[in-house]
């Protein structure tokens, strides 16, 4: 299953948190239904299907793709050119942002605790082929 929480009904109990009831009603649990409720944590089989399937869909990029830091190879005119590469060299400048956001560790992960990086970057412009949880393609054709 993914790490997004759409795909989380409650709030799962912090850990360190031994005064939570819900953590304290999970951890005096058998192993059997510990387990059985951290299930009920999580959305049923069909929504989470759907979910994978969209992010499977949207983030599958094919060879041939062209995303929004790439020249558009369709435009003829001189002063479009222009301006598309204005658009590209801000599209770029976004990504760097992007970046040096992810970089910075207040805006990593919002799991207390957490010393890792869980970069953001779904908005990212520039993208490879296959799947790669980022790249903005100049459409999206399902």
């Excluded at 959305?43 to 793709?65: G, I, N, Q, R, Y």
């Excluded at 605790?113 to 790249?135: D, F, I, N």
């Amino acid at each position: 299953m993914l790490n997004v929480s759409s795909m989380v009904r409650r709030p799962i109990p912090k850990p360190d948190d031994k005064n939570d009831p819900a953590y304290k009603a999970l951890v005096e649990k058998s192993s059997d239904a510990q387990e059985a409720e951290i299930l009920t944590y999580l959305s049923d089989f069909t929504s989470t299907l759907k979910v994978m399937t969209t992010v499977k869909l949207l983030s599958s990029h094919a060879d041939d793709e062209h995303t929004l830091d790439e020249p558009n190879a369709m435009i003829t005119d001189k002063a479009a050119v222009a301006l598309n590469q204005q658009f590209i060299n801000r599209m770029k400048a976004m990504e760097m942002k992007f970046i040096n956001r992810n970089r910075d560790p207040k805006n990593w992960t919002r799991v207390k605790g957490k010393t890792e990086a869980l970069e953001y970057t779904l908005l990212y412009p520039s993208s490879k082929p296959g799947v790669t949880m980022r790249g903005v393609p100049y459409s999206v054709s399902i």
